[in-house]
């Protein structure tokens, strides 16, 4: 008799434990986990990087193109393989269907171009460098919306760029 009263009392405590903690509509579930979640971005750019955003502009501009875009999302993407490369110690596009991929789930880009450099000390040298080089020029003057840029340094004190074009 007492391990029923034991057990019954067990039920009724669970029972009443168990509703009183009960959403009272399954809305309230579907409300909790279908929250949106909206981040800007931000990226603080250096002298180096503005002068190489205002610099590609520039030349887009003067032969009749369009000009892009900063998007922070693509300069923290820039900034990510600037690390990898430093991290490698060597200049690559490793990765980049990666880097494309993340841009087109994250920012719906479209089309996705990249440029990198390696060891240039100002702006004008590494956009001059893009610019005489048949890809790195058909990137700059290709049929995007917006652009990111990340120069970093390594322990030695030499550039590494990344600059990232995409069409939304």
């Known amino acids: 008799m007492k391990n029923i009263t034991l057990t019954g009392s067990m039920l009724i405590f669970c029972a009443l434990f ?8 399954l809305q309230d579930d579907v409300t909790a986990y279908d929250q949106v979640v909206t981040e800007k971005a931000e990226y603080d750019y250096n ?10 502009n520039t030349y887009r501009k003067a032969i009749g193109l369009n000009e892009l875009k900063v998007l922070a999302e693509v300069s923290i993407e820039s900034e990510g393989h600037n690390e990898y490369m430093i991290q490698e110690g060597e200049v690559s596009h490793d990765n980049f269907s990666m880097r494309a991929s993340q841009l087109m ?8 171009g990249e440029n990198v450099g390696f060891g240039y000390s100002s702006s004008k040298a590494v956009v001059n460098a893009w610019l005489k080089s048949k890809g790195h020029r058909e990137n ?7 652009f990111g840029i990340s120069v970093r340094q390594d322990e030695e004190g030499r550039n590494y760029f990344t600059n990232i074009f995409i069409k939304k």
Request: hydrophobic letters at 35%; proline letters at 0%.
């Open 18 to 25: 168990l509703t009183s903690c009960s959403k009272d509509s």
């Open 140 to 146: 700059v003057e290709g049929n995007y919306t917006h």
């Open 47 to 56: 002298t180096i990087e503005v002068e190489i955003l205002d610099e590609l």
């Open 105 to 112: 789930n994250r920012v719906g880009a479209k089309a996705v």
